[in-house]
């Protein structure tokens, strides 16, 4: 009996960590150590299968994808100013993503899941075009693509 304790035990550990997916977190921000409008972190490696929790930390921001700058087939998210967003990732690639209120501010951030080949060029291009009309923050994204390449 002792045995097949620790057969199960064994057997769980094994399987429970195949699939264990993680849950991450990023925090909306409207200042944070000299930065303002910024998500943190702004660049976040995940892998296919976890999820991200955008928490309001501070008011007056939401997370909503930049539909230019997904993976194909994936579909984008948008969050409610001042509320918490759960969004799971199955697909792998890049995801920009921004604060509608603040998107002019350059409140902006990217997941990569996984191998970020998949649409790397494309929202980049995308990513470094939008960036030119911000009022502010003006080389996120160029600084955001750059800790990823
Ligand atoms: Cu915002």
Known sequence: MENFKTYCLCFCMVFCNSVYAAEHQIKMLSSSNGKMMVFEPAVL?????????????????????????????TKGWEGAVNEEISVHFDTEGIYGYKCTPHYILGMVGLIVVGNSKNNF???KSFALEAETKFATNKDRFTKYFSKIE
Do not use: F, R
Request: net charge negative.
């Open 45 to 73: 490696k995940i892998n296919k299968g976890d999820s991200v929790k955008w928490i309001a930390t501070q008011p007056g921001h939401n997370s909503a994808s930049i539909n230019e700058m997904l993976p194909n087939d």
């Open 121 to 123: 060029d494309v929202a």
